[in-house]
C-alpha cells in the first residue's frame, strides 16, 4: 500500500519506520528540507519533500503535525488527492479535529496513538513505538466503513490495541489519564518552586528522586503540548480539574482536622483503584 506521512516528527517518523518495515511505500511531507533528507537517509521513508503533492497516489494520508495545523493541511492536502484517499491524524483531541474535518474530507478517521517518548524530532524516530499500546479510532455517523477499516488494518499491524469509540468519549477520557496529569504534574513543579528559603529548595532539588521524577516527568515536558490540550480538550480538562481540586479539597480537610482514619481510608481506595487503570 502507498502511505503518505505528513510531519515527520517523533510520530510520524516512528509511523514510517514500521509502515516500510512492513513493506508499505512510504511518502513523508515536512516544512524543512533537511528533515525530509535525513528520513530518507535513515529509511524511515522511501521519498519525501516539503510539498504535499508527492501524496497525490498515497491510498491513506496520516496526518502527524501539531493539532493547531491539523486542519490548514487538509485543506491544502485535499486539492491533490483522489477522492477515496482516506485521510487519519494523531492528535490527542479528537472533536475539534473532527467538526472540522466533516465538510472538508468524506473519508476522514480520527485517530489517536497512545504512545510516545520524551524525545521529539524525527531523529528520535523508533520502530516498535506504538506496539502494545493503545491506539484509538473515533469514527463519527458518517464515516464510510470502508475508511474505519482500512485505517484500523494498519493500526493493528502495528500491533497497536486498538479502541473504537466516539470522539466526546475519547476527550472526556484522555483529559483525566493523560491531559489532566499534565497539569498537575506542571503545578506540582511550580509549587516547589514557590518555596522561599533557599537553602530548603536547594535541599529539595537535590534530594528528588524517582518518586518526584515519575510524577513530574508529563509537567515537565513541552510546553506546546500542554497548551494544545487546554486550548482544544478545554471543557473536558476543566471538568477534570475541577473534580481533582474537589478531591485535593478533601484531603487538604481531613489532614487539617488529623482525621487519620479517614485519610487512610482514601489512600486504601485509590491503592485497589490504580490497579483499575495501570497494571
Not at 490548514?72 to 482516506?86: F, R
Not at 510516545?116 to 479510532?137: D, I, K, M, T, W
Not at 481531613?254 to 481510608?265: A, C, G, N, P, T
Request: hydrophobic share 40%; net charge negative.
Amino acid at each position: 500500500m502507498k502511505i503518505g506521512i505528513v510531519g515527520l516528527g517523533l510520530m510520524g517518523g516512528s509511523l514510517g519506520l514500521d509502515l516500510r518495515a512492513q513493506g508499505h511505500q512510504v511518502l513523508g511531507v515536512s516544512r524543512q528540507p533537511k528533515t525530509c533528507q535525513f528520513a530518507r537517509d535513515h529509511g524511515i521513508v522511501d521519498d519525501a519533500s516539503i510539498d504535499l503533492s508527492i501524496l497525490a497516489t498515497a491510498e491513506v494520508v496520516f496526518i502527524c503535525t501539531p493539532i493547531a495545523a491539523i486542519a490548514s493541511t487538509v485543506k491544502d492536502l485535499v486539492n491533490y488527492l483522489y477522492k477515496d484517499t482516506v485521510i487519519t491524524d494523531i492528535g490527542s483531541v479528537k472533536m475539534p479535529v473532527v467538526r472540522e474535518m466533516a465538510p472538508l474530507w468524506e473519508n476522514f478517521v480520527g485517530g489517536h496513538p497512545m504512545s510516545g517518548r520524551e524525545y521529539s524530532g524525527v531523529e528520535a524516530a523508533v520502530s516498535n513505538l506504538f506496539a502494545g499500546n493503545p491506539y484509538v479510532l473515533t469514527p463519527i455517523e458518517t464515516t464510510p466503513p470502508p475508511a474505519l477499516e482500512k485505517v484500523e488494518e494498519i493500526v493493528r499491524s502495528l500491533k497497536s490495541l486498538v479502541y473504537i469509540t466516539s470522539p466526546e468519549n475519547h476527550d472526556q477520557a484522555v483529559a483525566w489519564i493523560s491531559h489532566l496529569p499534565v497539569m498537575v504534574s506542571g503545578s506540582l513543579i511550580d509549587a516547589c518552586m514557590q518555596e522561599t528559603d533557599p537553602v530548603v529548595l536547594r535541599l529539595a532539588q537535590q534530594l528528588a528522586s524517582s518518586g518526584f521524577r515519575d510524577t513530574s516527568r508529563v509537567g515537565g515536558g513541552n510546553p506546546e503540548l500542554g497548551i494544545m490540550m487546554a486550548r482544544y480538550n478545554q471543557e473536558s480538562i476543566m471538568r477534570s480539574l475541577v473534580g481533582y481540586r474537589d478531591r485535593l479539597d478533601q484531603i487538604i480537610e481531613v489532614i487539617e482536622q488529623e482525621d487519620w482514619s479517614s485519610l487512610e481510608k482514601i489512600f486504601e481506595t485509590t491503592h485497589v483503584a490504580r490497579k483499575k487503570f495501570v497494571s
